[in-house]
């Protein structure tokens, strides 16, 4: 069966702190892809990041980057210098394409608090 | 580009009563995926249609819980004989299709059972 695992249920840092939330995942896909998404307090779902199994590059977009790592099935997230509105809940999630191929399979999320 | 739409936003009912929730996707999508979002919790995915089919309905309970995409029209997720249990904030998610791996959420719909 396909899992996503975030351990850190909540985290608060003061602002300008850099943070790293982890995710572990499950999956005996061979070719998989992973995700990150932000839940705002305002409730929606955004998209950030997809990235494949097949490309481990790590990846950088201002102040976010994420680091892939195949041997240890973890694809970690990090803010670098947080703001207040980074706060949010963090969702990781898995998609394989043969196991269940259509749909996503998230985390149970981490709570992201930055203080001012 | 209109995003996913998804109405209401927020919904009220009684215990008994009947849940309609809609979504309409984004244009030129044709899958559809419902997802449930109980308090505190992760997403759930319930099902995933196309136009017309239930590609796979895995997520959904056996009982009470209903979706269709018809061929015109938006994707309806039908909630019978509500409990207070089914209080949940419901996503709906749309795709192009199977060789796109982005799926594009709504703003979801906030269910209350009293």
């Known amino acids: 069966a396909q899992k996503v695992t975030q351990a850190q249920t909540e985290i608060s840092v003061v602002e300008k702190e850099d943070v790293t939330l982890d995710c572990v995942y499950e999956?005996?896909?061979?070719?998989?892809?992973l995700f990150w998404y932000k839940q705002p307090p305002s409730g929606e779902l955004v998209f950030l990041i997809r990235?494949?199994?097949?490309?481990?590059q790590n990846e950088i977009s201002g102040r976010y980057s994420w680091n892939f790592q195949k041997s240890t099935s973890s694809f970690n997230f990090t803010i670098t210098a947080s703001q207040v509105v980074d706060s949010a809940v963090y969702f990781c999630a898995l998609r394989g394409i043969i196991q269940g191929a259509q749909k996503l399979v998230f985390g149970q999320g981490t709570r992201l608090t930055i203080n001012p | 580009n209109a995003g996913v739409m998804q109405n209401p936003r927020h919904l009220v009912r009684r215990r008994g009563q009947e849940a309609r929730l809609r979504c309409s996707p984004m244009k030129g999508h044709s899958h559809v995926y419902w997802y449930r979002q109980l308090p505190e919790e992760g997403l759930k995915f319930m099902v995933y249609?196309?136009?017309?089919?239930?590609?796979?309905e895995s997520g959904m309970p056996k009982e009470r819980f209903s979706a269709e995409f018809p061929k015109e029209g938006p994707s309806i997720l039908r909630i019978q004989q509500v409990v207070r249990g089914d209080s949940a904030a419901y996503f709906c998610?749309?795709?192009?299709?199977?060789?796109?791996?982005?799926?594009?959420f709504g703003p979801g719909t906030r269910l209350t059972v009293l």
């Open positions: 249609l196309q136009k017309e089919n239930i590609i796979d």
């Open positions: 999956t005996r896909d061979t070719t998989y892809y």
């Open positions: 990235r494949n199994s097949f490309d481990e």
């Open positions: 998610a749309s795709s192009p299709g199977t060789q796109y791996n982005e799926q594009f």
